[in-house]
């Protein structure tokens, strides 16, 4: 990202003339096109049967040990995405605004260096840990940029079925020129 400064006589409100009135025509007259595409076939990843080794054996007398007939752990096997529910699918955390580093003072061992930024983001979408990478080598500039990074609000990630959920985001950004 670049940044640069905007004038502060910039007009508040430009007057705009009303776009033309369009009309739509009946396309029910046109012809369907039907397209076949071929069928998407995901590589589907064959996981061994996990193997549970008995144990016990105990001894016949002593009455200390013996094996159970009860139910147990079973393990099935089958083709599919792996997924479980349709509800868990993650929709990703998105910022509620541009995120923006401090240009005020921009020191030069920062100036013109990308920054991939890591929001812990909240079910309520609040951030709850920053982490910055390369870490910001003047530690100044550094406090002012994390301190800016916590301020900043998103909207959680959510399932499927509406649930939201924590999420990490990465976020690069670039400094300066």
């Known amino acids: 990202m670049n940044f640069f400064a905007i004038p502060a006589g910039a007009p508040a409100a430009v007057e705009m003339a ?9 396309l029910s007259a046109l012809r369907r096109i039907h397209v076949e ?24 007398g002593g009455g200390a040990g013996g094996r159970g007939t009860g ?5 099935g096997a089958g083709v599919g995405s792996g997924t479980g529910d349709e509800a868990s699918y993650i929709f990703p955390a998105s910022p509620r605004t541009a995120i923006l580093p401090p240009l ?34 003047d530690a ?10 916590m301020a ?3 909207y959680p990630a959510h399932t499927r079925d509406g649930r939201n959920v924590t999420y990490v985001v990465t976020v690069p950004l670039r400094i300066g020129n």
Request: hydrophobic residues 40%; positive net charge; proline residues 13%.
């Open 18 to 26: 009303l776009s033309p009135r369009l009309t739509l025509s009946d």
């Open 37 to 60: 595409l071929p069928p998407l076939e995901l590589p589907q990843a064959t996981l061994p049967v996990p193997t549970v080794a008995p144990s016990g054996g105990g001894t016949a």
């Open 71 to 75: 139910p147990g752990a079973a393990a």
């Open 104 to 137: 005020a003072r921009v020191p030069g061992s920062v100036a013109g260096r990308t920054y991939h930024v890591k929001f812990w983001v909240s079910v309520e979408g609040r951030v709850t840990r920053v982490d910055v990478v390369p870490p910001i080598a």
């Open 140 to 149: 100044a500039y550094g406090r002012e940029f994390q301190q800016r990074m």
């Open 152 to 154: 900043y609000q998103f």
